[in-house]
């Protein structure tokens, strides 16, 4: 039971705790025996036309920035919302799959206080800013007359997608796809958040050491997500954070002969050194100081979700995350809803042909739009 708690953990934000079983099992993992495998980071500009910084007002006349990754120009515009951590790029092989099998334009949007976007006050993550944001950077992008908007959110998201359509701050929305974020599954991990964020490591040497971590941890099941996406959640440190620690201790050594004093200087020098030219990555986001805000992403989400007034397409790692409303809802076919198994929580990239198809699928079910000529469905 502990372990099935433990893989049900991490609905609310972008991570979960490793899976049994680890990254051997994918079947992403297109590599031959004997390989040594590849973690080198990829660009985002394989998988996007442009990355362009969107200038909104908030509410106090302020400037803020956020960065948008764009593709495609014509049919709907699929606006992609990332999970707690995470950033735009944790779309990018999602939206290159996509992008081959329907007529459709990609806006994929790192939310507040992630990715490259910057704000004046990072460290309000409510639901109803990051919300308020969307709406912001719609009509920037489109002015008065946006085209269909279908609004896709992964995890934290998937809520904040919820929170935008109810408050209609899309006035063109299409519809709505949520990944893997379920109101009862979020708030029962809550209380385990803290201890998994403070299982992961601080640091790590390099961008390569991050994704091959991410890998093999199991939080990305599918290496070339992994490769282009850990940029995105990792970022270099400033050489301020990491040399105090070795010049502090060194100055803390008091020497009584005055010969070791000066060996002691020399080596206190040749530490700064060595430590200036290490550079090493951390997370962009710290996750575990955004718990104040988790129960306002989570708490309600089920019944909001009901009552959006837009086709819905709920799309899960695992069906036993149903909570009562959304059983009695699916019951009542409120909701079109698909279970992809074998995937860790971040659906989109572990599977993002299975993620594809099914959002083809739907909208073209719905006459959202139509599939690429030639393309064999």
Same mark, same amino acid.
């Given at each position: 039971?502990?372990?099935?708690?433990?893989?049900?953990?991490?609905?609310?934000?972008?991570?979960?705790?490793?899976?049994? /079983?680890?990254?051997?099992?994918?079947?992403?993992?297109?590599?031959?025996?004997?390989?040594?495998?590849?973690?080198?980071?990829?660009?985002?500009?394989?998988?996007?036309?442009?990355?362009?910084?969107?200038?909104? $007002?908030?509410?106090?006349?302020?400037?803020?920035?956020?960065?948008?990754?764009?593709?495609?120009?014509?049919?709907?515009?699929? *606006?992609?919302?990332?999970?707690?951590?995470?950033?735009?790029?944790?779309?990018? +092989?999602?939206?290159?799959?996509?992008?081959?099998?329907?007529?459709?334009?990609?806006?994929?949007?790192?939310? #507040?206080?992630?990715?490259?976007?910057?704000?004046?006050?990072?460290?309000?993550?409510?639901?109803? !800013?990051?919300?308020?944001?969307?709406?912001?950077? +719609?009509?920037?992008?489109?002015?008065?007359?946006?085209?269909?908007?279908?609004?896709?959110?992964?995890?934290?998201?998937?809520?904040?997608?919820?929170?935008?359509?109810?408050?209609?701050?899309?006035?063109?929305?299409?519809?709505?796809?949520?990944?893997?974020?379920?109101?009862?599954?979020?708030?029962?991990? %809550?209380?385990?958040?803290?201890?998994?964020?403070?299982? #992961?490591?601080? !640091?790590?040497?390099?961008?390569?050491?991050?994704?091959?971590?991410?890998?093999?941890?199991?939080?990305?099941?599918?290496?070339?997500?992994?490769?282009?996406?850990?940029?995105?959640?990792?970022?270099?440190?400033?050489?301020?954070?990491?040399?105090?620690?070795?010049?502090?201790?060194?100055?803390?050594?008091?020497? $009584?002969?005055?010969?070791? $004093?000066?060996? $002691?200087?020399?080596?206190?020098?040749?530490?700064?050194?060595?430590?200036?030219?290490? !550079?090493?990555?951390?997370?962009?986001? @710290?996750?575990?100081?955004? @718990?104040?805000?988790?129960?306002?992403?989570?708490? /309600?989400?089920?019944? *909001?979700?009901?009552?959006?007034?837009?086709?819905?397409?709920?799309?899960?790692?695992?069906?036993?995350? *149903?909570?009562?409303?959304?059983?009695? /809802?699916?019951?009542?076919?409120?909701?079109?809803?698909? +279970?992809?198994?074998?995937?860790?929580?971040?659906?989109?990239?572990?599977?993002?042909?299975?993620?594809?198809?099914? %959002?083809?699928?739907?909208?073209?079910?719905?006459?959202?739009?139509?599939?690429?000529?030639?393309?064999?469905?």
């Amino acid at each position: 039971f502990d372990n099935m708690e433990k893989q049900l953990h991490l609905n609310l934000l972008g991570s979960r705790p490793p899976m049994a /079983g680890g990254y051997q099992s994918s079947s992403k993992m297109k590599m031959g025996p004997g390989r040594k495998k590849d973690f080198s980071p990829l660009p985002w500009s394989q998988y996007f036309e442009t990355m362009e910084d969107v200038e909104v $007002e908030n509410e106090n006349g302020k400037d803020i920035s956020l960065t948008v990754n764009l593709h495609g120009s014509h049919g709907p515009v699929l *606006l992609l919302l990332h999970g707690g951590g995470h950033s735009a790029l944790s779309w990018a +092989v999602f939206t290159a799959v996509i992008c081959s099998r329907i007529n459709c334009r990609v806006v994929a949007m790192d939310l #507040r206080a992630h990715g490259d976007t910057k704000v004046k006050n990072p460290e309000d993550l409510s639901a109803d !800013t990051m919300a308020k944001d969307i709406g912001k950077v +719609v009509e920037a992008l489109y002015g008065e007359n946006p085209p269909p908007i279908m609004i896709i959110g992964h995890s934290m998201g998937g809520a904040i997608a919820v929170h935008t359509a109810t408050a209609n701050l899309v006035p063109s929305l299409l519809g709505l796809c949520v990944i893997d974020v379920v109101e009862g599954t979020a708030m029962d991990a %809550l209380n385990s958040m803290q201890n998994f964020l403070r299982s #992961r490591p601080k !640091t790590f040497k390099s961008l390569e050491n991050a994704i091959e971590w991410s890998v093999k941890s199991g939080q990305i099941r599918n290496i070339e997500s992994a490769r282009v996406s850990m940029g995105g959640q990792v970022k270099k440190c400033e050489e301020s954070t990491s040399s105090p620690g070795v010049s502090n201790i060194s100055e803390g050594i008091i020497e $009584e002969e005055e010969e070791e $004093e000066v060996e $002691e200087e020399s080596n206190k020098k040749r530490m700064k050194e060595e430590v200036k030219k290490e !550079t090493i990555f951390t997370w962009r986001v @710290e996750l575990s100081k955004t @718990e104040k805000y988790w129960d306002g992403w989570f708490r /309600g989400l089920s019944a *909001l979700f009901l009552t959006c007034p837009v086709p819905k397409l709920l799309l899960l790692a695992g069906v036993d995350r *149903l909570d009562k409303d959304l059983t009695i /809802g699916q019951m009542q076919g409120k909701f079109q809803m698909q +279970v992809l198994p074998q995937c860790g929580h971040a659906v989109h990239e572990d599977a993002p042909e299975k993620v594809a198809d099914a %959002l083809a699928a739907f909208m073209v079910r719905h006459k959202f739009t139509e599939f690429k000529e030639g393309y064999l469905w």
